[in-house]
Every structure is written in C-alpha cells, then in structure tokens.
C-alpha cells in the first residue's frame, strides 16, 4: 500500500458493508451505474505528493485510452485517508466508480464484502493472462483459495533511505545492516545535531506496516494458521515493543514525530532534517520536494543479524496498489478494457517510472527504467525477502486496531512515559478484543 495511507474503519464499518453487500447492491446512482459504453468513472489512489501531481501523471494516459477506445475516463483523485471508507460505503450503496484502486493489503477484506469483481481464469484472459504477473503481487489480491478481487498495477517495497552528507559528516562509513547498527549510528548521528530517523507514529497503515515486519523478524505473525488474531504472542508483543523502542528507548525516532501522520517524515528527510527514513519506493516523491539522486542512497532495511531473506530475515511487506472493478458496474465491458489498458507493458513502464514503483507485469520490468542501482534494491527485496500481510478478512480492522495501539504507544514514549513489555501487551489485548468475531 502507499506511503502516505491513514485507514480509519473499524469493525462495524465493515460489518455493515458486508451485510448490505449480502443483501445485494442496489441501484447505482455512481460511475457503476453509467449505462454508456463510451464513459467510466475511476478513483484512482494519491500516489505522487500531491494530489495535482497524480493528476498531471495520469490524465495524459486517460486522454491516450480515449483515443485508443473512444471511452472517457472521468477521474477523481482519493486520498488514502478517505479512501478505505469511501470503498466501503460505495459497497454498501452500490454508488461506486466503475474502477478504481485499492491498496493492496485491502484485498481480502474488500473481497469479503462481494463488492469487487472476481478475477477469473476468463476475465484474466481478456487482460491477457494471470501469468503475465509477478507471484509475489498475485499473493495480496485476496485470500488464498479465491479468485483475486483485484489485479496488480503498481509493487513497492519498503527500504532505508539515508543522507549521504549527514552519514559522512558524522563518520558513518556505510548504511546499517542491523537494528543495533542503527541505533548505534544514530547516536553519533544525533550528537551531530540532526535528528536520525523519520517516523509517522499516527499513520495507522505505516505503523502496521513496520511492526508486521518487526513480527516476522521475531519469528511471529498477527493472526494464527487459521485466521484467528493473535495479538497477545509474546513475540509479537516483543516486535511491538522493538519498533516503539526505536523513540522510547533508542531516541533514534524524535519525539515529535509521534504526530506525524501525512509525509511529513519524507519531507524532513527531503530537506535534510533527518537522516534515515523507512519508507516504499520514494524516488519520485523526493525529487518533487527538490532532493536530487545523488543526495541519499538506499539500502535493504535492517533485520535483527545478517542479511535479508526468507523466514526472519524478512525485511518489507509486499506493498502496492491493485486495480479493481466494481461488480455492479454497467460498463464491464469498458472497465475490462481499461484494466488491460493501465497493466499494458507501455503503460506499466509509464505508470511505474513516475512513481518510482516496480511494474507487477514482468515482462516491464526489463525496462531500463528499472535497471538503476536503487530499483535494484526494491526488486530484489520483493524478489526475496518481503511477505504479504494477512490476506484475512478482517485485515483492515487489523490495521485500525493495532495501528492504533501502535500510535497511542509512540505517543506515551513522546510524552515521556516509559513503554514497557506490559504497556504493549495490554495495547495489543485491547486491540484483539475490537476485532470482529470469526
């Protein structure tokens, strides 16, 4: 999912969406309910900086789909604060868009409602074939066993992000491989003045995002083999109370960025206020807030001991963004068409290259647009050592409730108040009992 996501549904939410949704959809006042062939409404995710950026990324494509099929795209721009609610009432009322985007840790959850159109082995085949994608982006489009809610379009990953000047200055020869390098880079980072790492400790979704990572690297997971929440495990409890460390402890985290919630770590980090930063496929965010290339380098993000790889040396979540089609649409026609048009290799080059993703479809990614040294890492992390979040039902209450608890445990550390292993556990127990009954 992209960077700047702040999910806020929780349970009943969902639970209403998918009793409306089991009780059918209704009549669509929405882009679903446009009965001409020659027009689609789409919701696209804001993946650029600003919501102006994506619309100067994206129209010049739309235009050149019109031109190609005599369709009209009428686009709108969501950002991620809005818009897991947006989908979920769009399921409920049946007033959706025609397409649009999701995050790709939605997947299951969105899929549970019956909102999102299954793609089969023969709508697939209207796109050109399952296979044309890479398995690591066909593992986050729904739950396992199922047809896939949603078909890939853009994959990230996460890595370390670091100032190269700020590292020299401070005598800091290479980026950190391991946590403990890190927070011993960070002291001789912050006896330097500057504030080490970038964090969004009111992101829900970045707070999940890391701390499933830290799961994994203590050899645990959120939810058990059958997709019961677990949020009690001690080791999960454990990885929890690694990352909060990171500002409780380690004061590697300024305090303030407990109320970070909307990419202000990436601009701190653009303009040189700090000097790591944990973050997906940033590039093009960067260079729009004027940091060149040359100023930062990129490294895999650091696990407990030795390198990234499979098991506990996992060291990102599979991110990204799906493309999805209503079910209830009129046009599914020209919905299909426009799903085949945006995960084309010439439109995946496009798309890609503006927002320093990774093509899902394979066969771009030979493009040399993605061949420099710092796509290099992401792909090779997607490749080896990242894993897909829990494709359960329940997963976006997993991300509201346990961001949450994250959140509210960075801001005990900002406020000086110690975080120990029972403060996290009694965040996780709280957060286990929101969750939606099996």
């Known amino acids: 999912m992209r960077r700047i996501r702040a999910a806020a549904v929780g349970a009943v939410t969902l639970s209403l969406a998918l009793a409306a949704t089991a009780c059918g959809g209704g009549s669509s006042t929405g882009g679903g309910s446009n009965d001409s062939p020659k027009t689609l409404t789409y919701w696209a995710s804001n993946q650029g900086a600003s919501v102006a950026v994506d619309k100067k990324v994206l129209q010049p494509e739309l ?25 979920l009432t769009a399921t409920t009322s049946g007033q959706g868009p025609d397409v649009l985007n999701i995050g790709n840790t939605w997947s299951a959850s969105l899929q549970a409602t019956g909102g999102l159109l299954p793609w089969d082995e023969r709508n697939f085949a209207k796109i050109g074939g399952k296979d044309r994608f890479a398995a690591t982006a066909l593992g986050s489009t729904g739950a396992p066993g199922k047809d896939p809610a949603a078909v890939p379009l853009y994959s990230m990953a996460y890595a370390l992000y670091y100032n190269k000047r700020i590292f020299a200055d401070a005598g800091i020869a290479k980026p950190p491989a ?64 690694r990352y909060v460390d990171l500002m409780a402890k380690d004061k590697a985290i300024p305090a303030g960025d407990a109320e970070y919630a909307q990419n202000q770590s990436v601009s701190d980090f653009a303009k040189g206020r700090q000097a790591m930063l944990l973050w997906q496929s940033v590039a093009a965010n960067l260079k729009s807030q ?124 900002a406020a000086g108040r110690a975080v120990t292993t029972d403060d996290v556990r009694a965040k996780l127990e709280k957060a286990q009992q929101q969750m939606p009954a099996a």
Do not use: C
């Open 63 to 87: 235009d050149k789909f019109e031109q190609q099929t005599g369709i009209k795209v009428k686009l709108e721009v969501v950002p991620w604060s809005d818009l897991l609610n947006r989908i």
């Open 178 to 241: 391991t946590w403990d390098e890190l927070v011993a880079d960070a002291k001789k980072i912050k006896a330097r003045g500057t504030s080490p790492l970038g964090a969004e400790g009111a992101n829900l979704s970045e707070n999940i995002h890391h701390v499933f990572v830290f799961a994994k690297q203590h050899g645990a997971d959120f939810f058990t083999a059958d997709g019961k929440p677990d949020f009690t495990d001690p080791k999960v409890v454990a990885a929890v109370k």
């Open 290 to 413: 004027g940091m060149s290339e040359d100023a930062y380098g990129i490294a895999p993000v650091p696990v407990i001991s030795g390198k990234p790889g499979g098991g506990t040396q996992v060291n990102s979540a599979v991110m990204g963004i799906n493309i999805a089609v209503f079910k209830n649409t009129h046009n599914l026609d020209g919905a299909t068409k426009f799903v085949k048009f945006m995960t084309s290799d010439t439109e995946q080059k496009i798309l890609n290259t503006a927002y320093s993703s990774i093509p899902p479809v394979t066969s771009a990614q030979s493009d040399p647009a993605f061949a420099a040294p710092a796509t290099a890492v992401l792909k090779n992390t997607l490749a080896t050592s990242a894993a897909a979040l829990p494709q359960v039902p329940s997963e976006s209450q997993f991300e509201t409730a346990v961001g949450t608890a994250v959140k509210e445990l960075f801001a005990d550390a």
